[in-house]
C-alpha cells in the first residue's frame, strides 16, 4: 500500500510538472509574437542549407525589445494613460534602419578572438582597433563635419569617459586650487555632475559660463549643436588661458546643417547619437595634441585598462555600413537620408501640435547651409527645448501630470519653466507623445 501511493505522488508530480510547462509555453507564445520563444522558433534551421548558412553566421542572440512591447501591450485607449518617458536622450527610433540592413551589421568574434588587452602596440592609443581608427576617418571625410589629418584618435567607453579623460588630460597636475571647469547655460545637464563626482582636487564645477570672470587657468565645455537647445554654439568667456573641450556628439547631418569641417583641439564624438548604438558604449575623440592624447590614454588606461575590442569591432561595422550607405547611392537610401527625413518628419509633427493654442513655445533656430545636403534647412535637433508659458511655473510638474517624463531645464541652468524632451525614442512612443501633446493644447 505504501509503495502505491508513493508511486501515485510520483505521477501526480510528473502530471503537474507537464500541465505547469504546458501553460507556461501556452503563455509565452500568446504573448511573445517578438519575444524569446518566438526567436528561438524562428531561428530554427528548416534544412541543411539554412542550418550552415545559420552556423556560419554564428549564434544570434534573442533580445526582448521590453520598452516598446510593455507600453503598447495593451489597448490603444489604455496606452493613452501609460506613462510617456521622454527624459533620457535613448536613440531607440534608428532600430528600424538598421532592422532594414539585416546581416551587413553582423560580425562574428569567435572565442579565442580579442583576448588580449593590446590592439595596436605601435599607437599611441594603444587599445585602439585599427578598423575601428580606419572607419572613423572614412566616416568624417564622407561627411565632412570634422578634420582628422594630424589629429591622434582616442577610443572611450561612450563619449562620457572621454570627456573625464579630457577633464584629467587637461587640469594642471601641480595647481594649488582645482582648475574650474564651465559651459554656458542652458549646458548639458551630466558636465556638473561628472565633473565633480569624485570630489577631485584636479577641476572643480564652476558654473555657467556667461558669469565666470576669474582669472587664471579654466576649462570651457562647449556643446554643438548645444544639448539641450540644438543652438550652434562658440565660446563665450574668450580669456587667454583657457583650454576648450568641444563637444560634437550631435554634429551630424540629420540633426543639423553641416556648415565646415570642425577644426577644434580636442573634439568629442560618440557613436551613441551618431548611428544610434548607444548599448556598444563607444566614443571617440580627436586630438591635437600628442601630450593631451597621452594623458587621456593613461586615464583610461587606470580607470579601464582600455576598450572593449568587440565593442569597437562592432562600431567599426557599424560605421563602415553607413559610409556605405552614402557612397553605394542605393535606391533605398543612406543612413543619413533616413534619419534626416524622420528628423524632419517628427519636428514638422511636433511643431504643428505646439503651434496650436496652448501653453507651450519652442525656440526657433535660424537655417544655414549645409555641405553635405547642398541645401539650406534648419537644424532638427535631438531633443525639444519646451517652454510652458502663463502661470505654469514647475514645466516638468506640468508634463508629469499628463503622464509625461521629461527633464527640468534646471538641470541645465536654466529655468524650471523649460524642459528638455527627447525626440529619438521609437516611432509607436513618439506618435503617442504628440497625441498627448495635441490633448494637452485644446
Known sequence: MASFSSIFAVRNLLVLSVALNATLLLRLLHEGGNGALAGFFSDMPKN??????????????????????????STAEESEERVINLDHGDPTMYETFWRRMGDRTTIVISGWQTMSYFSDIGNLCWFLEPEFARQIVRLHKVVGNAVTENRHIVVGTGSSQLFQAALYALSPMDATDPISVVSAAPYYSSYPLITD????????????????????????????????????R????NQSEGMLVHDLAYYWPQYTPITSPADYELM?????????HAGTRIGWALVKDEQVARKMVKFIELSTIGVSKDSQLRAAQ?????????????????????????MAKRWKQLTEAVQQPGPFSMPDIPPQFCSFYKKIFKPQP?????????????????????????????????????????MLDREQIFEAFVRRIQMIQM
Open 268 to 276: 568629442l564624438f560618440t557613436v551613441s547619437k551618431c548611428t544610434g
Open 48 to 73: 541543411g542549407a539554412e542550418q550552415e548558412a545559420h552556423l556560419s553566421q554564428g549564434t544570434r542572440l534573442s533580445i526582448t525589445d521590453v520598452s516598446a512591447s510593455s507600453f503598447f501591450a
Open 197 to 232: 563626482c569624485l570630489k577631485s582636487g584636479l577641476h572643480k564645477w564652476a558654473g555657467d559660463a556667461h558669469s565666470f570672470n576669474k582669472s587664471g587657468p579654466y576649462i570651457e565645455l562647449i556643446t554643438s549643436p548645444n544639448n539641450p537647445d540644438g543652438f550652434v
Open 318 to 342: 557599424v560605421l563602415k555600413v553607413a559610409s556605405d550607405s552614402c557612397e553605394s547611392r542605393e535606391e533605398s537610401g543612406s543612413f543619413f537620408d533616413y534619419s534626416y527625413q524622420l
Open 234 to 237: 562658440h565660446s563665450v568667456v
Open 382 to 422: 535631438a531633443f525639444a527645448w519646451v517652454k510652458c508659458e502663463g502661470e505654469i511655473h514647475d514645466c516638468e510638474g506640468f508634463f508629469r501630470e499628463n503622464k509625461i517624463l521629461v527633464r527640468s531645464g534646471k538641470h541645465f541652468g536654466d529655468s524650471p519653466k523649460l524642459v528638455r524632451i527627447n
